[in-house]
């Protein structure tokens, strides 16, 4: 069983950046793909980027090159660095897990309870 726990949330502006953490703890975390997803109100939850041993980082197309993932296998924690906010990143920031591969629909087995994020224009 795994446990996500997610940090770095709150209210930052537009056109600044963020960084997210994900610590994990109940399993051994490299054998994982791991990914961010994010849900605003009223929407689907929507895939942000992950990253996994098979097949290294993938990156939602929509974000066009603002984030940036990594992960430290030695201390079970994810990370999300996301750039230029705006106001429509506004959402809450979930972290997933799977055994092997990332895939960009929410099929994982485990999920953190997910982070606020705002962002004021």
């Known amino acids: 069983q795994v446990q996500l726990i997610e940090s770095g949330g709150g209210l930052f502006q537009a056109g600044g950046s963020l960084r997210l953490s994900c610590k994990a703890s109940?399993?051994?975390?490299?054998?994982?793909?791991v990914a961010w997803f994010r849900q605003a109100p009223g929407k689907e939850r929507e895939f942000v980027a992950g990253?996994?041993?098979?097949?290294?980082?993938l990156h939602s197309r929509s974000m066009k090159g603002r984030t940036i993932i990594s992960r430290d296998n030695r201390n079970m924690i994810l990370y999300l660095q996301m750039n230029s906010l705006k106001a429509e990143d506004t959402a809450v920031y979930y972290c997933?897990?799977?055994?092997?591969?990332?895939?960009?629909?929410?099929?994982?087995?485990?999920w953190g309870q997910g982070t606020q994020v705002t962002v004021s224009s």
């Open positions: 997933a897990a799977r055994l092997g591969s990332v895939i960009v629909t929410p099929e994982y087995d485990y």
């Open positions: 109940g399993g051994t975390f490299s054998r994982y793909g």
């Open positions: 990253n996994s041993w098979v097949a290294g980082d």
